[in-house]
């Protein structure tokens, strides 16, 4: 009885260690297996590059075809920017309609106090924001560079930002007052973009839109063109745009 007695307590113990064995064991399966999960890298969503319609090979066509621009006529002038404008006109086109209505460039020209229109390519150069000093007579520009190419070789020939301004007669009819403009070229090796350039304007044409100095309110308009010069208040330029804004004829 005795021999039989703990013979049934050894197998217990026995059936009771197995048991323990067991769970032990289908604790580490679980654990390794928990330990070989991978855990999925997450993939990297790719930042949307802005895109244009015409590459720097397009501006530096412009570059060579207005090349001693300067020396022309008002005539020869007047001839040889349409025929260019005719030719690439379509590169504001395209890329005007793909700019979306939250760039953050419409953000800039709000706080500003400005609305956009006349709006052409904004991939390489854009006007967020103009000003007018009353007592100097002279507008302000602000333009900013936002690729390193597309703007001609370094330091030379390099090209033109121009800017026209305009502001309203008594009539409300808007009347070109100045025009001006800043030399720029391609950035050079280890320079990266964005910059600030400026145009600054003194007021020299239709003068009775700006005076008397009376404290009056006055609409203005100024207009951004890449290296065609705005020929009226209504320019819609291929490379940059149109603001719309307020000033004041203080003393």
């Not at 260690?17 to 999960?37: D, P, W």
């Not at 501006?59 to 300067?70: F, H, R, T």
Request: aromatic content about 8%; proline content about 8%.
């Amino acid at each position: 009885m005795r021999n039989e007695s703990v013979f049934t307590n050894n197998r217990g113990v026995r059936s009771f260690a197995v048991m323990i064995m067991t769970v032990v064991a289908s604790a580490l399966v679980a654990s390794t297996a928990s330990a070989q999960v991978i855990t999925p890298v997450p993939v990297p969503v790719p930042v949307p590059v802005p895109a244009t319609a015409c590459g720097p090979d397009v501006k530096a066509d412009v570059v060579k075809l207005l090349a001693g621009y300067d020396d022309l006529d008002d005539d020869a002038k007047a001839s040889l920017a349409a025929q260019v404008y005719d030719k690439y006109s379509f590169c504001g086109t395209a890329d005007a309609a793909a700019t979306p209505t939250t760039s953050t460039f419409f953000i800039a020209a709000r706080e500003c106090g400005a609305a956009v229109s006349n709006l052409g390519s904004l991939f390489y150069e854009e006007l967020p924001c103009a000003g007018y000093d009353p007592q100097r007579r002279q507008f302000a520009a602000p333009i900013k560079i936002k690729q390193t190419f597309g703007f001609g070789g370094a330091p030379l020939p390099g090209s033109r930002e121009y800017v026209l301004h305009c502001v309203a007669d008594a009539a409300g009819v808007l009347r070109p007052v100045g025009r001006d403009s800043v030399h720029l070229s391609d950035a050079l090796p280890g320079n990266f973009p964005t910059w600030q350039f400026a145009v600054i304007t003194s007021a020299t044409e239709n003068l009775q839109t700006i005076q008397p100095m009376n404290n009056q309110t006055r609409r203005a308009k100024s207009i951004l063109s890449w290296q065609l010069p705005p020929t009226d208040c209504n320019y819609q330029p291929i490379w940059g745009n149109a603001l719309n804004y307020r000033i004041r004829l203080d003393q």
